[in-house]
């Protein structure tokens, strides 16, 4: 039996790509589960969510292909993160970068005039009064909140 090399998983076998199991060891990924991220902002049904992250949220803790939910108002809509970025409110903030060594300064800056966003794209609606997922056939409002998927959502 050749040996697998960890490098290039199987790519038919998901559990290669995100491991469900390895979550057990108390990673922080696992302690993650049901937190809140951040809220939408904007996006459409065929390009995705755009999700601007909550100050707290340490965006080095997230990955490209991690579950999340969508709280809406009558839906939550199961999601799946498709990209992560840094945005600012003043363009004058990426050609000019404060210096962050002063801790008041990163804690104005951090979060508020420098932020992460993150886009997903929505996979799957269950309404509130039925148990079944559905295809994705709407979006979420502005301002919903946003949170690491849950065992009981997937």
Same mark, same amino acid.
């Given at each position: 039996?050749?040996?697998?090399?960890?490098?290039? $998983?199987?790519?038919?076998?998901?559990?290669?790509?995100?491991?469900?199991?390895?979550?057990?060891?108390?990673?922080?990924?696992?302690? &993650?589960?049901?937190?809140?991220?951040?809220?939408?902002? +904007? +996006?459409?049904?065929?390009? +995705?969510?755009?999700?601007?992250?909550?100050?707290?949220?340490?965006?080095?803790?997230?990955?490209?292909?991690?579950?999340?939910?969508?709280?809406?108002?009558?839906?939550?809509?199961?999601? &799946?993160?498709?990209?992560? &970025?840094?945005? =600012?409110?003043?363009?004058?903030?990426?050609?000019? $970068?404060?210096?962050?060594?002063?801790?008041?300064?990163?804690?104005?800056?951090? +979060?508020?005039?420098?932020?992460?966003?993150?886009?997903? =794209?929505?996979?799957?609606?269950?309404?509130?009064?039925?148990?079944? $997922?559905?295809?994705?056939?709407?979006?979420?409002?502005?301002? &919903?909140?946003?949170?690491?998927?849950?065992?009981?959502?997937?």
């Amino acid at each position: 039996m050749p040996t697998r090399d960890p490098l290039f $998983p199987d790519s038919d076998n998901l559990d290669d790509w995100f491991p469900r199991d390895a979550l057990l060891d108390g990673s922080p990924a696992l302690t &993650m589960a049901g937190q809140r991220l951040g809220v939408v902002v +904007g +996006g459409s049904l065929s390009k +995705g969510l755009e999700v601007k992250l909550d100050r707290e949220t340490i965006i080095e803790n997230l990955a490209v292909g991690r579950y999340v939910v969508v709280r809406g108002q009558r839906k939550r809509f199961f999601c &799946m993160i498709t990209d992560i &970025m840094l945005d =600012a409110t003043n363009p004058a903030i990426r050609s000019d $970068p404060p210096d962050l060594s002063d801790p008041f300064l990163r804690e104005i800056y951090t +979060g508020t005039a420098a932020f992460g966003t993150l886009h997903v =794209a929505p996979m799957l609606t269950i309404d509130e009064d039925e148990a079944e $997922p559905k295809p994705v056939k709407t979006i979420p409002s502005h301002f &919903m909140p946003v949170e690491i998927a849950t065992a009981e959502d997937v």
